[in-house]
């Protein structure tokens, strides 16, 4: 397995799918679990020993509100961490992107746009393709359809 995937809470299912979606279209293999920096530490802590046992690469963690698990994640492992900060209907977001944007100096986290959860797959594959020329090629297609996508667009105006 390449990356675990840690959701705060079922409720973030939907936008994990851009996630699980493009990481399944680049052949990357993941698990994805719901676990709650607050409501259920020891499972967090449980899912990130077993992550290092397995060799997982890269470690994708979202989370709303108060966004704590990104960054409780990160101080449990030296494993890259992404940290996906979801939207709210409070603050729209603003809270967990701080949460988890503001890590202390020791304890990165990778952090992408409110709700960026396609991204966090694209930076996941691309960290693990810096040792695999095929995922890099599969990355590489993406991006050229993305740009044949525009150069669509533009014809067709």
């Known amino acids: 397995m390449d990356v675990l995937i840690l959701l705060g809470s079922s409720s973030d299912l939907e936008t994990a799918k851009g996630c699980t979606e493009l990481l399944k279209e680049f052949n990357v293999v993941f698990r994805m679990v719901v676990a709650s920096a607050h409501r259920t530490p ?8 077993d992550a290092e046992k397995e060799g997982v690469k890269v470690i994708i963690a979202m989370a709303g509100m108060a966004a704590h698990l990104p960054g409780v994640v990160a ?24 949460s988890v944007v503001q890590m202390p100096n020791g304890y990165p986290v990778a952090t992408v746009a409110i709700d960026g959860a396609k991204n966090a797959a694209i930076l996941a594959a691309q960290i693990i393709a810096v040792n695999n020329d095929k995922l890099k090629k599969v990355l590489s297609d993406y991006r050229n359809k993305m740009k044949d996508a525009v150069a669509k667009a533009n014809k067709d105006l």
């Not at 499972?43 to 990130?48: A, K, S």
């Not at 890259?80 to 992107?97: H, R, W, Y």
């Open 75 to 98: 101080s449990k492992t030296l494993i890259p961490v992404i940290g996906v900060p979801l939207s709210s209907k409070n603050t729209g977001g603003l809270d967990a992107l701080y």
């Open 42 to 49: 020891e499972l967090v802590e449980q899912n990130i020993k």
